[in-house]
């Protein structure tokens, strides 16, 4: 595959970017996302294209980071039963109160595709396919933020 890096600058192309990160994933997914709500990974062709990553085998991973995970665990019923069905393949974590300072959010895959949100709160960012060299300080970031975070199980039943 030929590496390219596209530019995008709102929320349309943004979601564009986000779809083909994920759908280039044959290996590993990782997201770090304030809340998810942006992402729309709730949405049933998210949900679809998820299951199917994850069906593919054992070896797939599902890694996100999350500064607040409130809202997947209130309203996004459906990622939270992927989840749950692929506890084995999926693991959420929270940041802890000294990394919630930041404001930029990535979907990586493979090592090699990448989404790049710059700010949370303005649509600005790059798309990467097939550059392991342009993805990579972002996955050794992953790496880093994914160390210091705290394990979390949104949707786990809690009580008796």
């Not at 995970?69 to 749950?84: K, M």
């Not at 303005?122 to 210091?148: L, N």
Request: charge should be negative; proline fraction near 2%; hydrophobic fraction near 40%.
């Amino acid at each position: 595959m030929t590496e390219t890096m596209t530019l995008f600058d709102n929320e349309v192309d943004y979601r564009t970017a986000a779809d083909l990160t994920l759908a280039a994933a044959k290996r590993e997914i990782r997201i770090f996302d304030r809340d998810l709500e942006r992402l729309e990974l709730d949405a049933r062709a998210h949900i679809s294209l998820l299951s199917s990553f994850l069906a593919g085998g054992r070896d797939r991973h599902l890694r996100i980071v999350l500064h607040d995970t409130g809202p997947l665990e209130r309203h996004q019923a459906r990622l939270v039963t992927l989840i749950r069905q692929h506890t084995h393949t999926v693991e959420v974590r929270r940041t802890p109160e000294h990394l919630r300072h930041l404001t930029d959010s990535w979907i990586l895959a493979d090592q090699k595709y990448g989404t790049i949100r710059f700010h949370d709160d303005h649509a600005r960012g790059k798309s990467i396919a097939g550059s392991a060299a342009e993805v990579r300080p972002w996955w050794q970031r992953f790496d880093e933020v994914w160390e210091a975070s705290e394990v979390c199980s949104p949707g786990a039943a809690t009580g008796l």
